[in-house]
T-cell receptor
Framework: GENVEQHPSTLSVQEGDSAVIKCTYSDSASNYFPWYKQELGKRPQLIIDIRSNVGEKKDQRIAVTLNKTAKHFSLHITETQPEDSAVYFCAALSGGYQKVTFGTGTKLQVIP | DTGVSQDPRHKITKRGQNVTFRCDPISEHNRLYWYRQTLGQGPEFLTYFQNEAQLEKSRLLSDRFSAERPKGSFSTLEIQRTEQGDSAMYLC?????????????FGNGTRLTVT
């Protein structure tokens, strides 16, 4: 089955700096890669996603890149703000049954 | 926004008891997922329904776990003879199948504590 690895597990940045979170996946058939943000005690919420037919997608301060050959994808957050502090999960969707496999999460702390 | 709703929000039970959780997906969503999440970990896939059909079940899921989705609407997840290792947040998510992949929308989860 699919295996998703995520790094780093924790990340501290100064407010205004950029943050980058990286993930790798194992199943070359995976074709959809969402990113979720989870604040303490709350549900995971989708922040951006990318499909395998594109290499990059941007939404304001958030961007995601995908390298299908290397089977890795990354989340980039620019001009970080304290409200960006949360746990971020990458995920990959594989197989005809639409099973989504999550990474282990990155705890991002933005220091004011 | 009707969203995905889960009930109860919290459940405390003694080891050996059975528990049942309910999930009501977004009304037009035909796919429903159950995940389990422990502290510091990502959501772990348990099982998945398309309409009323259970299409996949994690090999990690013991026979004590069973899920149903009668009539393709709400779903229930039952854990029999609970163990302390079952303590976790149980998340339900739903999505809509169409030509393009539809993202998962999560509920607030049911936090289970087994004492």
């Amino acid at each position: 089955g699919e295996n998703v690895e995520q790094h780093p597990s924790t990340l501290s940045v100064q407010e205004g700096d950029s943050a980058v979170i990286k993930c790798t996946y194992s199943d070359s058939a995976s074709n959809y890669f969402p990113w979720y943000k989870q604040e303490l005690g709350k549900r995971p919420q989708l922040i951006i996603d990318i499909r395998s037919n594109v290499g990059e997608k941007k939404d304001q301060r958030i961007a995601v890149t995908l390298n299908k050959t290397a089977k890795h994808f990354s989340l980039h957050i620019t001009e970080t703000q304290p409200e960006d502090s949360a746990v971020y999960f990458c995920a990959a969707l594989s197989g005809g049954y639409q099973k989504v496999t999550f990474g282990t999460g990155t705890k991002l702390q933005v220091i004011p | 926004d009707t969203g995905v709703s889960q009930d109860p929000r919290h459940k405390i039970t003694k080891r050996g008891q059975n528990v049942t959780f309910r999930c009501d997906p977004i009304s037009e969503h035909n796919r429903l997922y159950w995940y389990r999440q422990t502290l510091g970990q990502g959501p772990e896939f348990l099982t998945y329904f398309q309409n009323e059909a259970q299409l996949e079940k994690s090999r990690l899921l013991s026979d004590r776990f069973s899920a149903e989705r009668p009539k393709g609407s709400f779903s229930t997840l039952e854990i029999q003879r609970t163990e302390q290792g079952d303590s976790a947040m149980y998340l339900c998510a739903s999505s809509r199948s169409r030509t393009e992949t539809s993202p998962l929308h999560f509920g607030n989860g049911t936090r289970l504590t087994v004492t």
